[in-house]
């Protein structure tokens, strides 16, 4: 099955710098890449998402690129502000033949600093 | 629309008890996904199920049961509570042209 890796476990930035997340998954076949943002207490909130046939994708202050090849994605954030402050989560899946059964990395705990 | 909702909110059990958790959707979605989520391991999926009446494994699936009588109902079951269940737990719904999945506000579950 799959297995997604994601690092690093913590991150701490100063506001303004970037901050960057890197995930890696096993399974070649799974074609879509969520990124999750969960805030203290909240449910995980999809904040952008790319699929295998396309190698980035930008949002405003944030992207995602994947390396298909390599088999990793990351998450880029721009112009980090306080209220980014959260844990961040990959997953991958998306498979046809399994139902969209998605497996999630263990997550990136991002301190902004004022 | 009210979306993913979760109740209860909060849960504390007993070892051996049990009880259900039950997840509504009103966005028509047809796929629905149990996940628990505990620290350091990020969302692990317990079970789900692509449409009304049919139910699947997932990765973590002992100690659980689902059914999905109605279309936006999904309900996970805990027969018998052990303390290695204490954690906080998701459902979401999706479907499959876009793969998003969508999550409730998580039910926090502690067994003693």
């Known amino acids: 099955g799959e297995n997604v890796e994601q690092h690093p476990s913590t991150l701490s930035v100063q506001e303004g710098d970037s901050a960057v997340i890197k995930c890696t998954y096993s399974d070649s076949a799974s074609n879509y890449f969520p990124w999750y943002k969960q805030e203290l207490g909240k449910r995980p909130q999809l904040i952008i998402d790319?699929?295998?046939?396309?190698g980035e994708k930008k949002d405003q202050r944030i992207a995602v690129t994947l390396n298909k090849t390599a088999k990793h994605f990351s998450l880029h954030i721009t112009e980090t502000q306080p209220e980014d402050s959260a844990v961040y989560f990959c997953?991958?899946?998306?498979?046809?033949?399994?139902?969209?059964?998605?497996?999630f990395g263990a997550g990136t705990r991002l301190t902004v600093k004022p | 629309n009210a979306g993913v909702t979760q109740t209860p909110k909060f849960r504390v059990l007993k070892t051996g008890q049990s009880m259900t958790l039950l997840c509504a959707q009103d966005m028509n979605h047809e796929y629905m996904y149990w996940y628990r989520q505990d620290p350091g391991m990020g969302l692990r999926l317990i079970h789900y199920?692509?449409?009304?009446?049919?139910?699947a494994k997932g990765e973590v699936p002992d100690g659980y049961n689902v059914s999905r009588l109605k279309k936006q109902n999904f309900l996970l079951g805990l027969e018998s509570a052990a303390p290695s269940q204490t954690s906080v737990y998701f459902c979401?719904?999706?479907?499959?042209?876009?793969?998003?999945?969508?999550f409730g506000p998580g039910t926090r579950l502690t067994v003693l």
């Open positions: 790319i699929r295998s046939n396309v």
């Open positions: 997953a991958a899946g998306g498979r046809e033949d399994n139902n969209n059964d998605m497996r």
């Open positions: 199920s692509v449409g009304e009446g049919t139910t």
């Open positions: 979401a719904g999706g479907d499959q042209d876009t793969d998003t999945q969508y």
